[in-house]
């Protein structure tokens, strides 16, 4: 397991990995896009970057996983993302991508335990939710055991070719009311 783990802002350097991680087929079934992205929309995004997550209604961030205890090292390995971001009521969706390199590393569960901080203490949200495809085991483990609660099912809610996978929706209160 890495040392450290960062979450950070995407940077023009980003760009191609960025272009490489949502253009891999083996996403394609986890994600919500259902065309590849061009080298230019991500290019744009970067160049664009909001770093006002409640106004733009989404915040992407790079995962870094630290090789020592300095600081050194830092290796992009993934991407955390918020979505449908919604100030009014407190709460935001939240989606993860950690390269296959870097699995099982326990990276993914030190970014997701970050952003929520970052949540809790930065944009005062009270609630994470995912939506996660029944077929995707990993991320099912994962934020079951970040302490996501199932709260309900979508039957043939994902296609997979001439399939459709139901959703299992999970949520996590940051602040207790």
Wanted: aromatic share 10%.
């Amino acid at each position: 397991m890495p040392k450290k783990i960062i979450l950070r802002a995407p940077e023009p350097s980003d760009v191609d990995r960025i272009y490489l991680w949502e253009n891999n087929p083996e996403m394609w079934p986890c994600g919500a896009f259902r065309a590849p992205l061009s080298r230019h929309q991500i290019w744009e995004y970067v160049n664009n970057y909001d770093a006002n997550p409640l106004s733009g209604g989404q915040l992407r961030l790079i995962i870094e996983a630290g090789a020592d205890e300095e600081g050194e090292g830092y290796t992009p390995c993934g991407i955390v993302d918020l979505y449908d971001i919604d100030p009014r009521d407190s709460r935001a969706f939240v989606g993860i991508m950690v390269a296959p390199d870097f699995r099982r590393k326990g990276i993914a569960a030190e970014a997701l335990a970050q952003l929520e901080k970052y949540c809790r203490e930065c944009l005062a949200l009270r609630l994470l939710a995912a939506e996660v495809a029944s077929d995707n085991q990993r991320s099912i483990r994962l934020f079951g055991g970040a302490g996501y609660l199932l709260v309900g099912r979508r039957p043939a809610w994902f296609r997979r070719g001439a399939e459709f996978i139901s959703c299992a929706q999970f949520q996590k209160e940051l602040i207790s009311m």
